[in-house]
């Protein structure tokens, strides 16, 4: 009774693979070229496929945490990649307005708008008796800052209208700068310096990650009107966080805010918006915009590494039909077919990139622990980059085992038994 074919196919990868496997342990230098290039080719698909889906998550988590409806007003926003000289050509910022403070208050009564938060950014000096930090995230907000950015007042309390109203100096810290600058105690009321300034410590802040910040880092806020006395930071680049009433739709609110500011601006009906609105769907098209330049780079590098390991495909397949030609010869004698020989050498090919590809997947998976665990990035390898690793790596296999298959299933037997 003959075997089933599915039965018959098995036996035959098995036999295949085992032989690759002896292959690979008597040739261990002659094989590590071939294991060496796709290991690395897999290794940069692997790590870069981690990579980006952990910042994509981190991307989509930041969207969700700033509000499905808040939106953001800036002097000027393109997504992807671009390039400046500095020259006005290529510099289409130039051409834009600043964001004024006097525009949000325009904003903020508009009847579609629930609230709005003025933002300046910059990095500076921050003290607190001996312990000195050189580069602390700051911020320059509105008083309504809490409520739009979101997080948790833990201690003490926000600045008040008031004190952003005189530029009162006046600072509310992330949990992150308190344990930096006050271990193990109470920061609501203690005295910090920010570039060489006394500042009072009014509330400690459990920040919520928002659009244009990162939860996970020492961070303050001091009152607008101050941050532009006392900072040291690139102006002109303010932005306006816009959230839209509970009844009216995100569509209704950004209508409202174009209107309101062409008409400020004195912009005729003909005229292109001089400042930018972005909302969460801009923010992610502009992340794969970026992120497709890595995947273009990423399929390069794993090309190349794949190429290498398909050369030494040949190479060790050659050698392999070279040596084993009176067994080919053997085998065509008991009735073995052109097609039997040529399937045993192309699963020995795969084999041996399956071989890199497993040991690249380990290296990757390495890369992807290490990124989770020493940088904010949740990087994890992504199942679709594990089938396209494997698919590539046996393909890669078949494909340059093609020809060393097609010589070995040629052999004439005759011809191969007499071969010393």
């Not at 930090?133 to 911020?139: G, N, W």
């Not at 020995?348 to 290296?363: F, Q, S």
Request: proline residues 5%.
């Amino acid at each position: 009774m003959n075997a089933p074919r599915s039965v018959t196919l098995l036996v035959r990868m098995v036999e295949g693979a085992g032989i690759a496997l002896d292959s690979l342990r008597s040739n261990k230098v002659r094989a590590a070229l071939t294991i060496l290039g796709v290991a690395i080719g897999v290794t940069v698909v692997i790590a870069m496929a981690s990579a980006i889906t952990g910042i994509n998550r981190s991307i989509t988590s930041i969207l969700e945490t700033a509000g499905p409806k808040t939106f953001y007003v800036l002097r000027y926003f393109r997504g992807g990649l671009h390039i400046s000289d500095g020259s006005d050509e290529l510099s289409p910022w130039r051409r834009m307005p600043e964001i004024s403070v006097e525009e949000a208050e325009l904003l903020r009564n508009l009847p579609a708008v629930r609230d709005v938060n003025v933002a300046e950014y910059t990095e500076g000096p921050v003290s607190y008796e001996d312990v000195n930090l050189s580069e602390v995230k700051i911020a320059g907000f509105g008083w309504t800052w809490p409520q739009v950015n979101g997080g948790d007042i833990l201690a003490g309390r926000n600045f008040t209208a008031i004190e952003y109203a005189a530029g009162a100096r006046v600072a509310v810290i992330n949990d992150k700068l308190a344990q930096s600058l006050f271990p193990g105690l109470d920061p609501v009321g203690k005295r910090i310096k920010i570039y060489g300034q006394p500042f009072e410590v009014v509330g400690l802040h459990a920040e919520a990650a928002s659009l244009f910040s990162d939860a996970g880092e020492p961070r303050l806020a001091i009152p607008h009107t101050t941050f532009r006395k006392v900072a040291d930071y690139w102006a002109g680049w303010m932005e306006i966080a816009v959230v839209p009433t509970e009844s009216a739709t995100v569509a209704e609110a950004q209508d409202q805010v174009t209107a309101a500011l062409r008409s400020r601006r004195g912009l005729r009906p003909g005229d292109d918006n001089n400042f930018a609105l972005v909302t969460s769907d801009r923010v992610l098209e502009a992340f794969n915009n970026i992120t497709a330049g890595f995947f273009v780079a990423m399929i390069a590098l794993s090309s190349v590494g794949l190429m290498v390991g398909g050369v030494g495909v040949v190479a060790i397949m050659m050698i392999s039909v070279t040596e084993r030609t009176r067994e080919i010869g053997v085998r065509k004698a008991l009735g073995a077919t052109r097609g039997e020989i040529m399937f045993q050498f192309l699963v020995e090919a795969a084999t041996l990139t399956l071989v890199g590809c497993l040991i690249g997947m380990a290296l990757g998976a390495g890369v992807a622990w290490g990124v989770r665990s020493f940088t904010p990035v949740p990087a994890s390898v992504p199942l679709i980059s594990v089938v396209a690793a494997v698919a590539a790596s046996i393909l890669t296999g078949v494909l340059f085992g093609l020809y060393p298959a097609n010589k070995a299933s040629k052999l004439d037997p005759v011809e191969a038994l007499r071969y010393e």
